[in-house]
Structure formats: C-alpha cells, structure tokens
C-alpha cells in the first residue's frame, strides 16, 4: 500500500477491515507501517530476525512506540476473539 496515494489507501484500508469483518475470519497483514498497523490491527506481533518477540494492542503500539521493536507484522483476528 505504500505507493498509494493517501485517499486510496484509506479506502482500500477501510475496505479491508470491512471484508474481514463481514466474513469473520482471522487474517494476517504484514506492514512496516506503525500507523498502518494501529489502524487495521486487533493485536499487532512484534518480530525480529523472523521471530516474534512481543505482542501488543494497537494503543500500546502508540503509547510505546519507540521502545518496540522496528520491524512489525499485523494479526487481525475476530472481535469474538478478542473479547
């Protein structure tokens, strides 16, 4: 997404968290975007050297991001699983 301009990724954004919402499965989304992550993520896995090393909540992310690890992946999972 990172050579859409700004309104396209927000929309397409939208649209993700909108189709996985609608058919309530578990997804996987791999950025290095923070702000990507906080946006479209439930919970958001640190990694490093192809492990990771911590998992987080999107506010967490915010509140303590420059104490995390640079490199990121996204795990969506369902609200039901969350709660």
Sequence with gaps: MSSLDAEL????????????????ASTVYITHDRAEARVMACRVALMRNGRITQIVTPH???ERG???????VQI??????VE
């Design 9 to 24: 990724k927000t929309d397409l954004m939208a649209e993700l968290k909108n189709l996985q919402s609608a058919l309530d």
């Design 76 to 81: 969506e999972v369902p609200r039901a699983e």
């Design 66 to 72: 420059s104490g995390l690890n640079d490199v990121h």
């Design 60 to 62: 967490e992310l915010r």
